[in-house]
């Protein structure tokens, strides 16, 4: 069992910014890619940002372009999510997950993601 653990959430007002971090204190982390996911209340869990082994990103096409930033530390221990410029419409509970499989990973498929962080809240107002 792969442990994740997100911190860095909270209450910021527009325009604001976040950093969220997740963790895993495993000795060996070989998931393909590292993705955040967001559920705001009464709505589906959606992808937000990927990161894969070899550092390569990918953003859902709800952030591309809106200063969110997905990055990962040299040791693969910690990955980052930078969120820039937030708007009331990015409040929501906010997940890190690993994945093995390279396509779960691109598509941001909730269901192939094996492990799951604990979540983060993000709350943005006026």
């Known amino acids: 069992q792969v442990r994740l653990m997100e911190s860095g959430g909270g209450s910021v007002q527009i325009g604001g910014s976040l950093r969220l971090s997740c963790t895993t204190p495993e000795p060996t982390f070989s998931a393909t890619c590292v993705a955040w996911f967001r559920q705001a209340s009464g709505k589906e869990r959606e992808g937000v940002a990927s990161?894969?082994?070899?550092?390569?990103?990918?953003y859902a096409n709800s952030v591309r372009g809106r200063k969110f930033v997905v990055s990962q530390d040299s040791a693969r221990k910690t990955f980052y999510l930078q969120m820039n410029s937030l708007q009331p419409d990015d409040t929501a509970m906010y997940y890190c997950?690993?994945?093995?499989?390279?396509?779960?990973?691109?598509?941001?498929?909730?269901?192939?993601?094996?492990?799951w962080g604990q979540g983060t809240q993000v709350t943005v107002s006026s």
């Open positions: 990161i894969f082994r070899d550092e390569t990103t990918q």
């Open positions: 997950a690993a994945a093995q499989s390279a396509v779960d990973c691109i598509n941001f498929r909730p269901g192939g993601f094996d492990y």
